[in-house]
């Protein structure tokens, strides 16, 4: 039985990386009438951030950990699992400031751990998560596509392919809804402006 991970890290109930997401799961379950979607809100539920305590714990061998480090370390454990468990991941990502929401980063932060996604060979590092494959659906008010102008004010790309990789997943595509402050400024609607993207979408779901 296949699983699909989503992730959403847009605060806005209404975003644009919303509505993609949610049509990529609604094509993908229409594919995959057997399959089971899990579901991650990193807006409403954020990750925490990474502090010492983590660090010692994540690094104390898991025979070893006190009861006070694995409950420390128990949301990370979980959101490896769902990475663990899914075939598939959809992210819908809201450029900030050129890169990736802080709640992303924070996820990010909690399941790339040594040991657990990711170990070190001979060879150097070497992914854990082998076999696995995303679609990253970024929404941007400007428009940063390779081949743009400010196509080198794009960070979210490089990087995400850069971590996802170090984990094991390369089979990676990337969805760009560019331009999205067209719709604030009125000169295309929502449902112009989306319909190519939607479609790109749903071919890649299914």
């Known amino acids: ?76 454990e979980e959101l490896i699992a769902e990475l663990e468990q899914a075939d598939e991941y959809v992210v819908g990502v809201a450029m900030h400031n050129f890169s990736i929401p802080s709640v992303l980063k924070l996820w990010i932060d909690q399941v790339v751990r040594k040991g657990r996604t990711f170990s070190y060979s001979a060879n150097g590092p070497q992914g854990l998560l082998s076999g696995k494959k995303a679609t990253i659906l970024v929404a941007s008010g ?39 402050s067209q719709l604030n400024a009125g000169k295309v609607d929502r449902e112009t402006f989306l319909k190519p993207v939607l479609e790109h979408v749903r071919t890649l779901a299914a």
């Open 1 to 76: 039985m296949p699983k699909l991970l989503q992730l959403d890290s847009s605060p806005l109930e209404n975003s644009i990386s919303r509505e993609l997401t949610r049509e990529f799961v609604k094509s993908w379950k229409a594919a995959h009438p057997d399959g089971t979607a899990i579901y991650r809100d990193l807006a409403a539920n954020p990750p925490k951030p990474l502090d010492a305590a983590w660090i010692a714990s994540s690094y104390t061998p898991e025979d070893a950990r006190a009861p006070e480090q694995k409950a420390i370390i128990a949301s990370s």
């Open 142 to 180: 400007g428009v940063y596509q390779a081949g743009t102008p400010a196509e080198g004010m794009n960070f979210i790309e490089p990087y995400l392919k850069a971590i996802l990789g170090f984990i094991g997943v390369t089979d990676v595509k990337f969805v760009s809804a560019g331009g999205a």
